[in-house]
Nanobody, 124 residues
């Protein structure tokens, strides 16, 4: 059984940095893609970033390009989302998700497994 667990969220001031971690268990981690999504109250879940199983191909939402980076450590079954220059509009619950196909996609419906989420709050 695949499970995902996010950590690293918190309350920070605008301009600060946070690194979110996604720890995976079960399955073959180096064969899957991992995505990060976020949701704020009253809005639909939004794609943030994803990283493929091969060559570490990445994709980022336009709103986070130049501020966020995604990386993975297959030896640790972990994916990281480094978030710099945080803005109040980045406030959300951040979820990591697993796509067994291993391909970088922004569509949440391609992801079969989801973590419980971690809250990120950025104050102005």
């Amino acid at each position: 059984q695949v499970s995902l667990a996010e950590s690293g969220g918190g309350l920070v001031q605008a301009g600060a940095s946070l690194r979110l971690s996604c720890a995976a268990s079960g399955g073959t981690f180096n064969k899957v893609a991992i995505g990060w999504f976020r949701r704020t109250p009253g809005k639909e879940r939004e794609f943030v970033a994803s990283i493929s199983r091969e060559y570490n191909k990445t994709s980022l939402a336009d709103s986070v390009v130049g501020r966020f980076t995604i990386s993975r450590d297959n030896a640790k079954n972990a994916v990281y989302l480094q978030m710099n220059s945080l803005k109040p509009e980045d406030t959300a619950v951040y979820y990591c998700a697993l796509d067994p196909e291993g391909v970088v996609v922004p569509d949440e419906y391609e992801y079969d497994y989801w973590g419980q989420g971690t809250q990120v709050t950025v104050s102005s």
